[in-house]
Structure formats: structure tokens, C-alpha cells
């Protein structure tokens, strides 16, 4: 193979990759064949439910497999259930499983796995961050959180099992919706729905995962060494259902939280693909047969605190939306790596019939035009004066909060200068990546 190299962006529409294939000595080991890659930094997690990065969401699609996947196409395709119903009114999903699925362990996996697994998702003592997100759409969600009021108190005791989630036989798992929700195949791929063994979990609640020997997956790949700060290491799972297909031995993700020592390692033959590329090497890379940037769907936001009082005025929000220049931050601050965000969901959403959703938009007007920067500016001073803050005024010293990783800490100096056009004074706090994702 070819010596290649890949940088892929984080959360936006463009991934960008520089990666290698060749006679690099990461090609080959003892072990067979390992292919040697940098993601990202140590990750804070691998548990499917509590993780929320990129690179661990990465991790976690090579070490678990789910329902259904997506495949090289970006189509729905299955995966541990080999085929699907739904029913006529939408509500009553059924995936049916292949013969024979094991764990990693080599013992058994049933439908019950998936039952234990969403409705763990779904407990309050676990705080999954996407539990709403991928499961407030199924029958019972409320109940099996508390039926928590506008302040997020409950207001009855949290019961898992209401979530309506069963397994009728051990290669049936049927999922009752609340309402039709027609992209849940979608949903059913995503990594925080990926099934972990009840057994393991529930005997170290806090610790399976960091140890291999109780780290039981469904996976491609199994956890062999997990060396904090340094690299995780996976091989090869002889009980994965579709293990013919896996060419690798193994996989060496080297943890690295500086761009040039990322760089370095590629450029040595250490890494064969890497995902982070120091700035001011893009503009030359970009010429590299090596180097490639493809869709990749996520949308770089900012979070605000709503309930703050600053925050709680819908103009205010919408104000300092409009005041950045979203081409500015994709192609000077980014270095042409990211796309401009028009809205929320980025380009690569498919609609029902498989065509771009933006191609059936009944009103283009709500979205964002990133090519006038002016006029939404002079829009967002406009609303911010109607919240009743002409130039800031009124309004306290904000502070923008964002990890040490990649351009974020370009993108927070940005902000001030951005925001300071409406008269308002930024503090940044940066804080290390591993505590603040």
C-alpha cells in the first residue's frame, strides 16, 4: 500500500483526511496486521451511553455493533438484525436478529441485551447525554425518566421499564414508538444505542470499561490494552458475526493531544492515518496526493446557558447567531476544513426520497445567508436593540467556555472580536480536552 494521510474534522460538514498506505513500518507486527491511527486525545470515555466525542463515538463503532449500520454508500444497511418491519401506523418498529450473534466473550447475545441496554440508556442515575435525543420518541420515555416538569424535577419515581422496549424471543426486539418517527432506522445506527453485556456492567458500574478483560463488546474489534494517555489498542473479534470481512488483526489508536507530535508521527511512518494536522500545514497539504477531505454530517455549535437571563430573550440569541461570519470562520479560520452552516442540519441529510433535504425547503428564508455577513450583522444589532441592549448595553461580561483541542481556541478568539461588533466583552476559559468535550 501507498503512504497516505487523513485529517478528519470533528463536527461539521467536511472531514478532512490525510492518510497512508504503503510499506510504513506500522503496516505490520508481531501481532499480525496493525494498522496504526491518531483520532484524538485520550478519550473521557468508551461506555456507548455516556460518550459524546467524535473520536470516542470512532472507538466505539470499531469495538460495538448495533441494530443497523450505514454503509460506505451513507445508506441504511443491516447490521445485528438482518431485516426490519414497521408498522402501517408507524408506530411499532420490529428488528428481527441473525443466528448465532455472540459478545466478544464468546457467550451469547439475545434481543434481552438491547432491552437492558436502551433502558439503561434511559436512567437518570446513568445521565446519558443523548438518552432524550435517541429514545425520547419511543412509548413510556416520560414515565421511565419521571415525568420531570419545566425545571427538569420529576414528578414520579423513575422506572426504566416503562421505557416500551421488549424481547418476545430471544432474536425479536420490538420497539414501541409514542408517535411515527420515520428516521428512527437512523437513529438505530447511532453509537449510544450500541448494546453492552447487563452481567458486566452492573458488577462495576463505574469501571468496565477501562479494564479489556471486562470491557465485552459486539464488535469487529475487542479492547486488548487501553494505556492512558498513550494509545489504545484493539484486535481482532473472533466472535463477530461477520468476521470474514475484517482484514485487520488489529487496530493501534494513538492517543495524542498535540497536532506537530500527530504530524510527526505520520511523516515518520508511525501512523498510517491521522486525524489532526497542525493549521499552518493545511494550505500545503491540500496539494499532497495524500491528503483528502470528505462529507462527514455533525454541525459545529455553540451552546448557550437559556437559563441565564441573558440568554432567555429569543432576539438576544438570534442576535449574536447572525453576528458571525460563518465563510470567514470555514475558510480563513478553518483554513477551507469545515462548510459554513446555513442551519442545524447540515447538507448531507438525505429526505424521505433519498434527495438533499434542502432541496425541498417551503421557505429558504429562515435559514442563514452565509454570503451577506453584512446584513446579518446589521440584522443582529438591530435585534439586540429591540431585546432593549443597543450596542451590549445592559448586558454582563459573557464568558465562552471550550477545550484546548483543535481550532476551538481560534474559533473562542474569533467570537470576541465577532460579538465585540455588538458591544459586548467576551472572557474565555479554555479548558483541557479530556474534562471539558
Known amino acids: 500500500m501507498k503512504k497516505q494521510l487523513i485529517l478528519v474534522t470533528l463536527v461539521m460538514t467536511g472531514a478532512l483526511a490525510l492518510t497512508a498506505c504503503g510499506g510504513s513500518k506500522s503496516a505490520k507486527s508481531a501481532n499480525g496486521k496493525i494498522l496504526t491511527i491518531e483520532m484524538g486525545p485520550d478519550v473521557e470515555t468508551i461506555d456507548p451511553a455516556l460518550n459524546t466525542t467524535n473520536d470516542g463515538s470512532n472507538y466505539i463503532t470499531y469495538l460495538f455493533d448495533n441494530l443497523l449500520r450505514v454503509d460506505k454508500d451513507g445508506k441504511i444497511a443491516p447490521s445485528m438484525a438482518e431485516k426490519y418491519e414497521v408498522s402501517d401506523d408507524g408506530l411499532t418498529w420490529t428488528f428481527h436478529l441473525r443466528d448465532g450473534l455472540k459478545w466478544s466473550d464468546g457467550s451469547d447475545f439475545t434481543a434481552g441485551d438491547f432491552v437492558y441496554s436502551w433502558q439503561r440508556m434511559v436512567d437518570p442515575e446513568v445521565a446519558a447525554p443523548y438518552a432524550e435525543t435517541v429514545l425520547g420518541m419511543v412509548d413510556g420515555y416520560e414515565d421511565a425518566i419521571g415525568n420531570p416538569d419545566a425545571n427538569g424535577n420529576t414528578t414520579t419515581t423513575p422506572d426504566v421499564t416503562k421505557l416500551k422496549v421488549e424481547a418476545p424471543d430471544d432474536k425479536t426486539f420490538v420497539v414501541h414508538m409514542a408517535k411515527p418517527t420515520p428516521y428512527f432506522d437512523k437513529l438505530a445506527t447511532f453509537a449510544a444505542l450500541s448494546p453492552v453485556k447487563k452481567d458486566v456492567v452492573e458488577s462495576n458500574p463505574d469501571g468496565w470499561t477501562l479494564d479489556p478483560k ?190 484546548d483541542s483543535a481550532y476551538h481556541k481560534k474559533i473562542a478568539e474569533y467570537l470576541q472580536q465577532a460579538w465585540g461588533e455588538l458591544g459586548l466583552k467576551i472572557d474565555v476559559n479554555i479548558v483541557e480536552w479530556k474534562s471539558f468535550t
Open 214 to 403: 471486562t470491557y465485552v463488546s459486539t464488535g469487529p474489534f475487542k479492547l486488548k490494552e487501553w494505556k492512558a494517555g498513550s494509545y489504545l489498542l484493539l484486535e481482532k473479534n473472533e466472535n463477530y458475526w461477520n468476521k470474514d470481512a475484517v482484514k485487520l488483526d488489529g487496530i493501534k489508536c494513538l492517543l495524542m493531544q498535540d497536532q506537530n507530535a500527530a504530524f510527526s508521527a505520520y511523516e515518520s511512518g508511525d501512523a498510517l492515518m491521522i486525524k489532526d494536522i497542525p493549521t499552518q500545514e493545511i494550505t500545503t497539504l491540500q496539494k499532497r496526493p495524500d491528503y483528502h477531505i470528505d462529507p462527514q454530517l455533525g454541525t459545529y455549535f455553540i451552546d448557550l446557558n437559556n437559563t441565564l437571563d441573558e440568554f432567555k430573550d429569543a432576539k438576544v440569541r438570534q442576535a449574536l447567531s447572525l453576528a458571525l461570519d460563518r465563510k470567514y470562520i470555514s475558510e480563513t479560520i478553518t483554513a477551507g476544513t469545515y462548510t459554513p452552516a446555513k442551519g442545524f442540519i447540515p447538507q448531507g441529510v438525505s429526505d424521505w426520497d433519498g434527495s438533499s433535504w434542502y432541496d425541498h425547503l417551503t421557505d429558504p428564508s429562515v435559514y442563514i445567508n452565509v454570503d451577506d455577513y453584512q446584513a446579518n450583522l446589521a440584522k443582529a444589532k438591530e435585534l439586540l436593540a429591540e431585546a432593549g441592549h443597543p450596542n451590549g448595553e445592559g448586558l454582563p461580561t459573557l464568558t465562552y467556555s471550550t477545550n
